[in-house]
């Protein structure tokens, strides 16, 4: 008996001093698993508080993009555009990307700053990629700066005292320094043997004219940029900022300037351009006719898509996915009960008058209140498909009368993060038939809510990441989620007119021609007419507007690559949690983590989904 009793006691001692030891054991464990979480805390927050600090010293390169972001502390200055400050913004950025590597270590990170790091090392990348190719880009033509810095006055420069006045006027001096430093670029291009096509001479000139026609270059009405100049002066005069004397002698050294520096910069642009568009060609060619142009399309689609795919890979998607939507169309068709062919479907729907607005004030004033009526409807909708929502305001407006083209693409401009300037669906509106009204509901769930200017104000107010992740932007993933935002506007329950789904439909297709287009153009070499062919045979789109839409992609090869391209990564890593989810999939919860992080490229956000159906799964 006593020897039981000594073995029982032996052994629950033994047990306890195990169970002290485990004890021990886990609490050492509890401690170091403690200890590296603070580190980890730390040295995150550390290298967040870094690449703030780096980006702000990025942004200082562009005191343009600053005022687009609602900062004023460079308000009077103008960017350094040259090549040489090219060069010296890449040596930053590869000066930045090597301090990170020495003074921080990625392991160390938490998940969002991991994150950020592989980001802030990608733009490193990008850039490096695109180098080579710095004068393969036409500086002048669709969106050059004979137009933009107009744009950039007339809608970013806000005027709230004398001083933002002061610096109005200092950027009209600095216009001629800014606007040059982008003609010797396209000299340097030119003696590369690049030249744009002919329409983006003849655009440039265009528009270069058309900034300057009226007062007070002229004895014509005021131009657009002195209607915005003595505008902003009233404004300031009414509100008592200044007095008379002051707003006489803005006004005076404002005509001074645009006078003796912006006209003479623009008139010397539009010189240079119509003597040597004498020696350019009236039949465009792909980037293919530029030197080592097969490597520089290469690179654009890197760039563009963020994905390893080539040429004819994306040229076989988009035939693959034209086949597709045409046969949704074809239901369409007989739905409403056409009769004939589909393309004898499209030209109808090109040409019968209901659905488009009359050329008209009245008519164009119809077209921006249904866009706002349709984009209020989808606003009530969206808690039932995101958790996170946009604070900041959106507006619809007209194209400024300067850089408005027929069948011009539709944008958006983003708002300032504060909300003190909403942001912008733009719209082409000088000929109405490049407007249809068929397309506009697809068109505002695109460029508006919940396309762009959810996405984008979403990324913009969000906390606890990088300042410079609240900016950056991916083509693919940017417009890849406008067109996924298009589709998603059907499963909530809008497109209830057939001709609205066949709008939306248009839409898709279009995005999908774009495919083919693109690398036709700059890959299989075709020309201008058969781009166009091709887009009027295989969707409903006006041709103004398919007209428009192909020089577009001639002027820059690969963007319009990145919608299908974007929106197809979305569908395909939606799909996949759904499979992998089931029952627990949640529609609020995927889309907010599509859009919860800021702009992504394509790979990293499919491993962004994967973590996060990991995390539902467990």
Same mark, same amino acid.
């Given at each position: ?250 006004? +005076? *050294?404002? #005509?001074?300037?645009? /006078? ?5 910069? &623009?008139?010397?642009? =539009?010189?240079? !351009? ?86 008209? +004030? *009245?008519? #164009?004033?119809?077209? /921006? ?5 349709? &984009?209020?409807?989808? =606003?009530?909708? !969206? ?236």
């Amino acid at each position: 008996m006593r020897a039981l009793l000594f073995v029982l006691i032996t052994a629950l001692v033994s047990c306890g001093d195990n169970n002290a030891g485990n004890s021990n054991s886990q609490q050492n464990e509890a401690n170091s698993l403690a200890a590296v979480e603070q580190v980890t805390a730390r040295e995150s927050q550390r290298f967040i508080q870094w690449l703030d600090e780096e980006y702000a010293e990025e942004v200082d390169f562009s005191p343009l993009l600053k005022t687009r972001q609602g900062d004023k502390s460079a308000h009077g200055e103008l960017d350094d555009v040259s090549e040489a400050a090219l060069d010296t913004r890449l040596e930053w950025r590869r000066a930045s990307v090597a301090e990170m590597r020495s003074s921080f270590d990625r392991g160390q990170l938490d998940k969002q700053g991991q994150l950020s790091w592989d980001l802030w090392e990608y733009t490193l990348i990008d850039a490096q990629r695109s180098k080579p190719f710095r004068r393969h880009r036409y500086i002048f033509g669709r969106n050059g700066p004979q137009s933009t810095l107009a744009n950039n006055l007339i809608n970013y420069q806000d005027v709230d005292d004398a001083s933002d006045m002061t610096d109005y006027i200092s950027r009209l001096n600095q216009s001629q320094r800014y606007l040059l430093q982008y003609l010797d670029r396209a000299k340097l291009a030119l003696a590369d043997g690049i030249r744009p096509p002919h329409f983006d001479y003849q655009r440039a000139i265009s528009e270069a004219r058309r900034v300057t026609a009226g007062a007070p270059f002229d004895d014509q009405e005021d131009s657009a940029l002195w209607t915005d100049i003595t505008a902003k002066i009233a404004s300031l005069l009414e509100s008592g900022e200044i007095d008379q004397s002051q707003a006489d002698l803005f006004s +005076d *050294e404002s #005509r001074g300037a645009l /006078l003796t520096r912006f006209k003479p910069a &623009l008139d010397e642009i =539009v010189d240079w !351009l119509e003597a040597d568009f004498e020696n350019v060609s009236d039949i465009a060619k792909g980037v293919w006719s530029l030197p080592n142009g097969e490597a520089y399309y290469n690179s654009r689609l890197a760039s563009m898509t963020t994905l390893p795919l080539t040429a004819d890979e994306i040229h076989e998607i988009g035939i693959s996915e034209v086949a597709r939507i045409q046969a949704q169309m074809e239901q369409i068709k007989r739905q409403v009960g056409f009769e004939g062919a589909l393309q004898d479907f499209f030209t109808y729907m090109r040409e019968d008058d209901q659905f488009y607005f009359p050329s008209t +004030d *009245e008519g #164009r004033s119809n077209y /921006l209140s249904l866009a706002d009526d349709l &984009l209020a409807d989808m =606003v009530e909708q !969206l808690p039932n498909y995101f958790g996170i929502l946009p604070k900041a305001g959106l507006q619809v407006r007209r194209v400024e009368a300067f850089r408005e083209s027929a069948g011009g693409a539709a944008h958006y401009a983003r708002g300032t993060k504060d909300g003190s300037r909403p942001g912008t669906f733009y719209v082409h509106l000088i000929d109405m038939r490049a407007a249809s009204i068929f397309r506009l509901e697809n068109l505002a769930y695109h460029e508006g809510v919940p396309g762009h200017h959810m996405q984008i104000s979403i990324q913009q107010e969000l906390e606890n990441i990088p300042r410079f992740r609240t900016a950056k932007g991916y083509t693919a993933f940017s417009e890849g989620w406008g067109l996924y935002a298009e589709y998603l506007g059907k499963e909530m329950g809008f497109y209830n007119d057939p001709y609205a789904e066949f709008g939306r439909l248009s839409g898709e297709i279009w995005r999908a021609v774009r495919l083919v287009v693109d690398t036709g153009i700059h890959a299989e070499q075709w020309t201008q007419e058969q781009a166009v062919d091709y887009a009027l045979h295989n969707s409903a789109r006006p041709e103004p507007s398919v007209r428009s839409e192909i020089r577009r992609y001639f002027n820059n090869p690969g963007q319009a690559t990145a919608y299908k391209i974007g929106m197809l990564k979305i569908q395909e890593v939606r799909a996949t949690a759904e499979t992998k989810l089931g029952d627990d999939f949640d529609i609020r919860d995927f889309h907010d983590t599509v859009i919860g992080s800021g702009q992504l490229p394509m790979a990293v956000l499919e491993a962004e989904v994967d973590s996060w159906i990991e995390s539902v799964r467990n």
